[in-house]
């Protein structure tokens, strides 16, 4: 069963101000459909035990135990598990703000690193474990820890960027939406079947109109666009288990018919479900 918390509030490293809105323990028993994350907001994943893989829009990473990866804004990625080994994850969504320009080095890299992956050398479990500790124990002063250790997490990350050579440009992180942004991605990724907008915008406590504006300024996108997108990406799951008939995913993502489906699955990828299915078996 998952273990989830987060904070209330955000806390500042240097320059820069981090929100936790999610921090999860979890079994990755099925696969998770390619997503993004909006701009400003970043997934840190450990895998404590388990196999799968990672999908990026370009490449494929074996997952392994003490595999470690940042998604950031608008990296498109989908996990899948192994079905004999599936993988157990620690995760962090964090949103970062930085007002105007990135002056500190520990900002800088950290916001402009939007995707990376590599391997714990014992410290990354530590901190996930102690962070979980601090939140089960509750004792005086916990949520300071936490900050403390999620800040911990963070230079981890940012001295394994530099170990690696990587060069730093500079521009500015956004990501005062905050705990909206976590919300917008896990209705898309959980309820993309049925959602609507209205459904959204009430969980969002805002108006359609709002929600709108807010999905255009952090993804790019309008809803019908971010559902279609969340409907075909969970069809490349799907497309993974050649044990489901295309019709059969066709119903099951409430696509009016699989020619419908075939279409809309065709002008996305470039190829048919079926082509796509042979493609990558």
């Known amino acids: 069963m998952p273990t989830q918390y987060s904070l209330n509030a955000p806390f500042m490293l240097e320059d820069m101000s981090v929100w936790a809105v999610n921090i999860i323990s979890a079994p990755f028993l099925q696969a998770m459909p390619a997503h993004k994350h909006a701009t400003g907001c970043y997934e840190i994943h450990f895998i404590s035990a388990g196999r799968g893989t990672l999908q990026t829009e370009h490449d494929r990473y074996a997952v392994e135990p003490d595999s470690v990866f940042v998604t950031g804004p608008h990296v498109l990625h989908a996990q899948l598990p192994d079905a004999e ?3 157990q994850e620690y995760c962090v969504y964090l949103c970062v703000e930085s007002r105007g320009k990135l002056d ?10 939007r995707f990376w ?37 963070i230079l981890w990350l940012i001295r394994s960027y530099e170990a690696e050579g990587r060069v730093i440009p500079h521009h500015a992180c956004s990501g005062s939406a905050s705990q909206s942004t976590f919300i917008i991605e896990e209705c898309f990724l959980y309820e993309y079947r049925t959602l609507t907008l209205q459904a959204l915008a009430e969980q969002l406590q805002f108006s359609p109109r709002q929600t709108q504006r807010l999905l255009k300024n952090y993804y790019g996108s309008t809803f019908r666009q971010k559902k279609q997108e969340a409907r075909l990406s969970a069809a490349v799951a799907m497309l993974q288990d050649s044990r489901r ?8 993502l409430d696509f009016s018919s699989p020619e419908h489906f075939s279409n809309a699955f065709k002008k996305a990828y470039g190829m048919s479900p079926s082509r796509y299915r042979k493609q990558k078996s």
């Open 85 to 87: 080994e599936p993988m």
């Open 245 to 252: 008939h295309i019709a059969e995913i066709s119903e099951a």
């Open 104 to 113: 500190s080095p520990v900002s800088r890299a950290f916001c402009n690193t």
């Open 117 to 153: 992956f590599g391997k714990d050398d014992g410290e990354i479990r530590s901190i996930f474990q102690r962070i979980f500790r601090e939140f089960t124990q509750g004792r005086t002063g916990y949520l300071l820890q936490v900050k403390l250790l999620l800040s911990q997490l």
